[in-house]
């Protein structure tokens, strides 16, 4: 299912950067010890999942946040889940949508450290 | 200056005569108490004092970072909380909800912080239930100690919910009045009024769905239950940078009327513009339950009846306003935003009585005529960059200099990308004599700098510029000086992401980086004489412009990334981690800072409003920073002297 997952994103997404290489040692690293909040996230296909796409696989989101404002080139609408590790530790899930409602960008955020983006597809030019 | 000349020049200004300092105090002390008499709470207008004086240039320290070296083990390469003439004095969280428009108001015997959010949807800590995200009250009469008042939700009538589109939520921008300030027609509307307060704010993102938006009202005068009076021009769209004049009552409310508005007796469809589709609608809100329509008002060739092409500004229609100042007999409006900016001088008394006019045309007040629309015009220009910069804040400076009248206009653009996207100008801030208001004319020029600006932020953190394209020369005759050239942009590979052989740069932070505001209050000890502004990655930066001609950079505050929590006290609550992130080149995202605005109290204390949900930082100047607030060459704050700066104009020693 990891490798489904991977190879999915991996066929639409457009990211070229060192993120994905951080996704690739990621997953290789800790596909064991996938948390089901993760495993669910991996399932966004980006460019095409909803809100309603988001909801279904992910509950209720723990935060949202939409700062597009009328100058703004990325449009703004994201939401957080956070994740108990069970460890004494959490992290979040954080998924972006584009201006047509489609998720753009699903990553994990550590409580301290580099974020890991798990899918990214480029967002389509912001105009009104 | 050197540091030995440093040392001692602090010690010779440590033996400036003693009653010298007594003066200074009791100058301070009085316009502290004077401080509710000017804009936007009283008609009074402070009068900066300029100078020649060459004071050195300063390349501000380093930021620091979350990992100083990025190593196998230490991969953070966000920065972390840095100061340089400033000091933290308090924070809270807002519960991590995106955070426009920062507002602190002297109310009674307390002040109390207006703090205006972007759309979201976050848990209240006052009633643990998920809010979509509105106006947060907090009592700041302690810095140290914030007390989280009052959340005020979106209203619903935007169409928004936490599970669903948030596309018209969000309550960006607000304003206060109190009742006592705000004139009244009788004695009963006086009585009604007395010692109460109101909020005005938008109800809308500009961003939204059209027609659904307004503007709305709210007795604050209890700020832990605040109560809904009145909604204004309900069914608007793209509301955004209202002003309101507490004098007067004159509120200058901005966006546009949508179809849903149509109905309503103060709808005026058909205004056109550029970019952000967004003009003036101007009321009389002394009662602020009874709001009076005066007129709609903007750019000339954005009234419903003009024809292409326009006669001016740079594309047509015209750019919509981001916002407007008045002072005095003066509106000062911005255009454009982040692109294609124009600044425009308006005669306020011609602009409020024009259509009261004899002769005026039936249709004024919603559909002026083109002579009726460049009627209170005074003066216009474009901004050093053209095309690739915007007029979001346009402040007025009214001074003298040498004993001669000199009035300026500090401008804002907006950045607008995440960071430095491919193409587009770094985004600065200016300064205009406007002196002569029929032609007003650029100053404080930096032909090196990509916007052609000493009141600029470069993006490395060595404060050099990375990766910049310069810009070309073009043609404009409104830009106000002899070189109209365009902006210089970032190039393709502005930033090696995450290089552990690079520290990275203010491009590098997920988020955007340029200036987006500057602070709007006339607050008298620092006016004339600081420009504090907001600057996204690159948190609060203030510059010092006594001498307008020669700004320096003399202070700046970058916060911390949360990393713990959003609870009251940055703890978990209910888990850890506030800021959010944000997605640049290439999908690459980091939750780090994301300072979008900026404003001071009368006591000179610093607000800052964070994009990315961080929250709230209340800021003291220290060190040259305070010193030059108050009007000293020295530094004003010893206990709290972080000046780390460099000088780097060796040869130039101040000339006091």
């Known amino acids: 299912m990891i490798l489904l997952g991977v190879f999915g994103l991996a066929s639409i997404s457009v990211a070229q950067d060192t993120e994905i290489a951080s996704l690739v040692t990621w997953i290789c690293t800790s596909a064991v010890a996938l948390d089901a909040q993760t495993k669910q996230a991996l399932k966004i296909q980006v460019g095409s999942a909803t809100r309603e796409d988001v909801a279904r696989l992910m509950g209720k989101p723990w935060r949202t946040s939409n700062d597009a404002d009328c100058e703004a080139e990325q449009y703004g609408e994201a939401w957080e889940y956070l994740v108990d590790e069970a460890n004494g530790k959490f992290f979040r899930i954080h998924v972006a949508f584009n201006k047509d409602g489609k998720v753009s960008v699903v990553a994990k955020i550590p409580q301290r450290g580099k974020p890991v983006v798990l899918a990214y597809v480029a967002e389509k030019e912001h105009q009104h | ?656």
């Open chain 2, 1 to 656: 200056m050197s540091r030995k000349k440093n040392r001692l020049f602090r010690k010779a200004l440590a033996s400036v005569p003693i009653h010298l300092t007594i003066t200074t105090i009791s100058v301070c002390a009085s316009v502290y108490a004077l401080a509710q008499s000017y804009p936007p709470y009283g008609p009074d207008i402070p009068l900066a004092h300029f100078d020649h004086g060459n004071r050195p240039h300063l390349t501000p320290p380093p930021p620091k970072l979350m990992c100083p070296v990025l190593s196998p083990s230490c991969q953070d390469a966000r920065t972390a909380q840095s100061e340089w003439n400033t000091q933290l004095l308090g924070y809270d969280t807002l519960d991590g909800r995106s955070a426009y428009q920062p507002l602190v108001v002297h109310q009674g015997n307390r002040y109390i912080a207006y703090m205006a959010h972007h759309a979201g949807c976050a848990i209240s800590r006052l009633n643990l239930n998920n809010e979509v995200n509105g106006t947060s009250l907090l009592d700041v009469t302690n810095p140290q100690h914030p007390i989280y008042l009052a959340h005020i939700p979106n209203s619903p009538s935007d169409g928004a919910t936490c599970t669903g589109s948030l596309d018209a939520a969000g309550n960006q921008m607000v304003h206060v009045c109190g009742g006592d300030s705000l004139p009244s027609n009788s004695r009963a509307e006086e009585n009604r009024k007395r010692g109460h307060y109101y909020m005005l704010r938008t109800n809308g993102n500009a961003s939204g769905q059209p027609g659904v938006e307004s503007h709305e009202i709210w007795d604050t005068t209890n700020p832990s239950s605040p109560v809904l009076l009145k909604t204004i021009d309900s069914g608007a769209t793209n509301t955004h940078k209202d002003w309101w004049e507490c004098y007067s009552g004159v509120a200058y409310l901005v966006g546009n009327d949508g179809t849903a508005s149509a109905g309503s007796p103060d709808s005026a469809p058909g205004w056109q513009q550029s970019g952000s589709t967004q003009h003036m609608k101007i009321y009389n809100l002394h009662d602020p339950a009874n709001p009076e329509y005066i007129r709609d008002f903007g750019f000339v060739g954005q009234q419903p009846t003009a024809t292409p092409p326009a006669i001016e500004g740079l594309v047509t229609p015209p750019t919509g306003i981001h916002g407007p100042i008045s002072a005095g007999d003066r509106i000062y409006a911005a255009y454009g935003v982040g692109g294609n900016g124009a600044i425009q001088i308006l005669d306020r008394s011609k602009v409020l009585n024009g259509c009261k006019a004899s002769g005026a045309s039936a249709n004024c007040a919603k559909s002026p005529t083109q002579s009726e629309m460049l009627a209170p015009q005074l003066g216009w220009f474009t901004l050093p960059g053209t095309s690739l910069q915007g007029g979001h804040t346009s402040f007025p400076i009214f001074g003298e200099e040498n004993g001669k009248r000199r009035n300026l206009i500090l401008v804002t653009s907006e950045e607008g990308g995440n960071e430095c996207t491919a193409g587009s100008a770094p985004h600065a801030a200016w300064l205009y004599d406007v002196t002569d208001e029929a032609n007003p004319k650029y100053i404080a020029e930096d032909p090196n700098d990509p916007a052609r600006t000493k009141m600029d932020v470069p993006n490395g953190f060595d404060y050099k510029w990375v990766g910049i394209i310069p810009g070309n020369g073009v043609t404009d005759n409104h830009c106000g000086t002899t070189n109209c050239s365009q902006s210089g942009i970032y190039g393709a590979s502005v930033t090696p992401q995450d290089s552990p052989t690079n520290p990275n740069n203010f491009c590098n932070q997920g988020a955007r980086f340029g200036v987006h505001s500057s602070t709007e209050l006339f607050y008298p000890p620092y006016y004339g004489r600081l420009a504090i502004t907001a600057w996204f990655t690159g948190g609060l930066r203030v510059f010092d412009i006594r001498n307008p001609d020669d700004p320096r950079a003399i202070a700046y505050f970058i916060p911390e990334p949360n990393d713990t929590g959003c609870g009251p006290k940055g703890g978990p609550s209910p888990g850890p981690g506030c800021t959010m992130a944000n997605t640049g080149r290439d999908g690459h995202t980091v939750n780090a800072i994301h300072t979008n605005n900026v404003e001071v109290d009368d006591r000179g204390l610093i607000y800052i409003a964070d994009r990315a949900g961080t929250g709230m930082h209340i800021i003291k100047l220290t060190g040259q920073a305070a010193g030059a607030g108050a009007g000293n060459d020295n530094d004003n704050d010893h206990d709290h002297d972080n000046d780390h700066g460099h000088d780097n104009d060796h040869d130039n020693d101040h000339d006091h």
